[in-house]
C-alpha cells in the first residue's frame, strides 16, 4: 500500500462521525448480564427515529407476526436482545453512512447487493452450525460499508475506480489499492474498529474477500461468520 494515500485514509476515516450515543450505550447494556429488557428498551426509546424503526421492523412482514407489537420492550422480549442489537447497529451504520448524497456508487444496486448478501449469509449459517443467524445477516449487510466510505469521502478517487472497473478492469480490490492505497475491505475494517463494533463484524467486513486468511481452517466461532459471509 502507498503511503501516503494510506495516512490520507486513516486521517479522512478519522472525519467519519462516531456511532450515535445509542449505539455504545446499548452496546453496554446488552453486554452487562443484569440487564433487562426494559433496560435495553427504554436506551432506544430515547431516540424517537430508533423506536419507529424498530416497531416497523419487528411488525413487517420479515417476522410475520399474527399481531401488533406497540411497545420497544414487548419487541425486545420476542425478537431477543441478541437481534434487536444487531438490528440497530445496523441501521445506525447505514444511517452514518448515507448522510450526503451519491457520488458514483448506485446506492440501490448496493443496497440489493448487501441485502442479498444478508439474506444468503442468514440461510447458509444454520448450514454451517452458526449459532446467531440474526448476526450473520448483519454482518452480510454490513460487509461493502468500505464502498460507501469511499462514495462519501473520496469521490473523486473513487470515480476512478469506477471508471476503471467500467473499461473492463475486473480486479476490482487491485483498482481500489492502486488508487487510494487500499481496498474496500480495509476501509470497512478500519470504520468497524474507529466504531467500536464487535470484532465479529470488523472481521467479516476486513476477510470477506479472502476468509482463508483470517483463519486457514474456519474453525472457530467468527471463522465460520467470515467464511459465511464470504459465501
Known amino acids: 500500500m502507498k503511503k501516503t494515500l494510506v495516512s490520507r485514509l486513516i486521517d479522512t476515516i478519522d472525519t467519519v462521525p462516531p456511532m450515535p450515543l445509542v449505539v455504545e450505550s446499548m452496546l453496554s447494556v446488552a453486554d452487562d448480564p443484569g440487564s433487562s429488557a426494559a433496560d435495553l ?24 407476526f399474527t399481531r401488533q407489537v406497540t411497545t ?15 438490528l440497530v447497529v445496523g441501521m ?10 451519491s457520488h458514483v456508487l448506485d446506492r440501490q444496486r448496493f443496497w440489493q447487493h448487501s441485502l442479498g448478501a444478508a439474506a444468503s449469509a442468514r440461510i447458509l449459517s444454520n448450514m454451517v452450525d452458526y449459532p446467531n443467524p440474526e448476526e450473520a445477516f448483519i454482518a452480510g449487510m454490513m460487509h461493502d460499508v468500505g464502498k460507501l466510505f469511499f462514495d462519501e469521502y473520496l469521490p473523486d478517487e473513487y470515480a476512478t475506480v469506477v471508471s476503471r472497473l467500467h473499461a473492463g478492469e475486473r480486479r476490482e480490490l487491485h483498482a481500489e489499492r492502486d488508487v487510494l492505497g487500499a481496498d474496500h475491505t480495509v476501509a470497512g475494517g478500519m470504520l468497524f ?8 463484524y470488523q472481521m467479516a467486513a476486513r476477510h470477506h474477500h479472502a476468509p482463508l486468511r ?3 481452517r474456519l474453525g472457530s466461532q467468527t471463522g465460520r461468520l467470515v467464511g459465511t459471509v464470504y459465501l
Open 193 to 200: 474498529r474507529k466504531w467500536r463494533l464487535p470484532r465479529l
Open 41 to 64: 428498551a427504554s436506551i432506544i426509546s430515547e431516540d424517537t427515529g430508533l423506536t419507529a424503526k424498530v416497531l416497523g421492523l419487528v411488525n413487517s412482514s420479515f417476522y410475520g
Open 214 to 216: 483470517f483463519e486457514p
Open 92 to 101: 445506525s451504520v447505514a444511517k452514518t453512512m448515507e448522510a450526503g448524497e
Open 72 to 86: 420497544v420492550t414487548e419487541s425486545v422480549i420476542i425478537l431477543g436482545f441478541e437481534t434487536i442489537v444487531n
